[in-house]
């Protein structure tokens, strides 16, 4: 299928989302057109916006400023002519696969005989011929999306939007689903003239997209556009496909240039100083990164889409990692590769003690709110300190999600490195164990 010039059959303009009465942005000025005959991805980490702005296209939340244009609709009743497939499936439990694959043209008011007879094709046009009858619980997780890929077809969208359509699923079974959707698009059995997809998966937006735009976080907005001219079917062999891979993490990774070497680092984070927001990152991830990237074959410095295949990680689980191990100064994503410091490769042949007094220090020097911390357990003659105190410290700068995964991850990293002790029980720091 190859991509008209004619108009386009969306775009938005100018669109924002705001979020609590300060009216944080979620999405910030996103522009985008999209037309017939192509995929588009929405590539970015989780909270990026890209559910967001989807959910806006599809009418199932309203923006606070700027607007969707679409230029086809149901001729019956002039709704925008688009139909979605989610992550988690949405199956109505108690109906059975027909049943559900039948909603939407009900919802049309579709002839009950015509429906049937377009279900039927549609559960047969996805591969689940003879599961009609069968109800959710009887299917795999493939096979539930299947029926939901089925019951957004079967309506003959002109636009198919897809939240993380395979998110949820296994490697294998997510593979398989990306391919028969790939040639039922270019077959043209689905009657479908566009697809906007949201994912987190690199590889697996270079492997279905024509465009790719890359999104940026706090707020989202478009960071860059790449385009995919690679002929079907891709090869993620391919150097031409690995070297898109490498380009589209250097985009995500990518910081103003003009910034100092030594606010970069800090750069990946909103907010600054004590209210810098911190990813709910393990000691034990950053500790296994650094070994593994000190490690033979890569011996100081990493690919991070070949870190990202090796140990199986999302781009939403791989960069946070990253980013961390910068912020921390063991480390720096340099484009599409992560090196260690030299305290990176001294932290990776340490003993335990060493490397807890390692942490320590850097906490200290570039994590405020652990120097903060720290400081009022030393400054108080109880040496105690309610973590509400710093919970509410966090929430006049930002969401109270944010404050309490920020709290969450520093409480760990400071346990880890004995700079404070913390017991849940009582919500409560103090210098118990203190280094």
């Known amino acids: 299928m190859t991509v008209s010039t004619a108009e386009p059959l ?3 303009a100018h669109l924002r989302h705001f979020y609590g009465t300060r009216r944080a942005p979620v999405i910030d000025d996103v522009n985008l057109a999209l ?10 980490r989780s909270g990026s916006g890209k559910s967001t702005l989807l959910r806006s296209i ?23 002519d688009i139909a979605m497939v989610f992550q988690t499936f949405a199956l109505f439990p108690w109906l059975t696969v027909l049943e559900n694959v039948e909603l939407g043209l009900e919802a049309r008011h ?28 009887e299917l795999s ?38 391919t028969d959707l790939l040639d039922l698009w270019f077959e043209g059995r689905m009657g479908v003239k566009a697809m906007l997809i949201v994912t987190h998966n690199i590889e697996e937006a270079v492997q279905l997209c024509d465009r790719i735009l890359v999104f940026s976080a706090n707020p989202g907005r478009v960071a ?18 690995r070297a898109l891979v490498d380009d589209v993490y250097a985009r995500m990774t990518a910081r103003p240039a003009s910034t100092p070497a030594y606010h970069r680092a800090e750069s990946h984070f909103a907010g600054s100083g004590i209210t810098m927001v911190l990813p709910r990152v393990s000691t034990n991830s950053l500790s296994g990164m650094i070994e593994e990237v000190e490690g033979t074959p890569h011996n100081g410095k990493a690919s991070l889409a070949v870190l990202a295949e090796d140990n199986d990680l999302e781009v939403d689980e791989l960069l946070p990692i990253a980013e961390a191990l910068q912020l921390l100064r063991f480390g720096e994503v340099r484009g599409a590769q992560f090196v260690l410091s030299a305290a990176g490769k001294r932290y990776a042949v340490a003993e335990v003690d060493e490397r807890k007094a ?32 710093f919970r509410d410290e966090l929430e006049d700068h930002m969401s109270e999600e944010y404050a309490d995964e920020t709290l969450r991850t520093v409480t760990l990293w400071g346990r880890f490195a004995e700079l404070f002790a913390y017991d849940e029980d009582q919500d409560l720091f103090s210098l118990e164990n203190p280094i």
């Open 10 to 12: 969306l775009e938005v």
């Open 35 to 44: 037309s017939e005959g192509e995929i588009v991805g929405l590539l970015g």
């Open 358 to 389: 390692m942490f320590a220090a850097a906490l200290m020097a570039h994590v405020p709110l652990a120097g903060h911390i720290r400081r009022i357990l030393d400054e108080r003659a109880s040496h105690t300190a309610p973590a509400r105190r």
């Open 110 to 137: 579709v002839a009950a005989d015509i429906r049937r007879e377009r279900a039927i094709a549609a559960i047969d046009l996805i591969g689940l011929d003879g599961f009609e009858n069968a109800y959710p619980k």
């Open 141 to 178: 997780g493939g096979m539930r999306q299947r029926v939901g890929l089925a019951r957004a077809i079967v309506v003959e969208p002109a636009l198919l939007l897809l939240d993380e359509p395979f998110s949820a699923l296994d490697v294998l079974t997510a593979d398989t689903l990306r």
């Open 58 to 80: 599809a009418g199932l939340i309203r923006p606070d400023e700027g607007e969707v244009r679409f230029h086809r609709a149901d001729a019956s009743d002039g709704t925008p």
């Open 224 to 241: 860059a556009e790449i385009k995919v001219d690679l002929p079907h079917p891709r090869d993620r062999l391919d150097p031409v496909f």
